[in-house]
């Protein structure tokens, strides 16, 4: 099943999210019942990653590489991962999560710019009623 939800930014835009529980369902279904929560949000090569989040989720169905727009679940450091790009690591041509991921969504609105401006802001995690 497939969920809407926004990323809210302080002083800045918000970025709008579809969860979908076919690969990690259990990871889905803990996201969405913390809603809302706030984190801080940093930026790591063309990443959003969020401080660690309310989901206490182990591996599941975690992958070591990530496609383009990918949002991701990081059980070894709690956070949320937005995939806008490439990050620090890896291979070319690859993008590469700093450990293992539990990928949960895609990124919907794509707006890389936001990168420049979000490091150390507060953001907050929504459902969107549909």
């Excluded at 706030?38 to 989720?57: A, C, F, H, R």
């Excluded at 291979?91 to 895609?106: D, H, L, Q, R």
Aim: proline residues 8%; glycine residues 6%; charged residues 20%.
């Amino acid at each position: 099943m497939k969920y809407s939800v926004m990323l809210h930014i302080q002083n800045s835009s918000s970025i709008i999210l579809e969860l979908d529980d076919m690969h990690s369902p259990k990871t889905v279904k803990e996201f969405l019942a913390k809603l809302p929560f706030k984190v801080v949000l940093n930026v790591w090569g063309d990443e959003i990653y969020s401080s660690q989040s309310p989901i206490t989720q182990p591996e599941e169905n975690s992958k070591p590489l990530v496609s383009l727009y990918d949002v991701a679940y990081w059980p070894t450091g709690k956070a949320i991962c937005l995939f806008f790009g490439f990050t620090p690591i890896g291979n070319p041509g690859e993008i590469t999560p700093a450990s293992p991921v539990n990928v949960i969504g895609k990124i919907i609105s794509t707006d890389k710019t936001i990168l420049s401006n979000i490091d150390g802001y507060d953001g907050e995690f929504r459902l969107i009623e549909n």
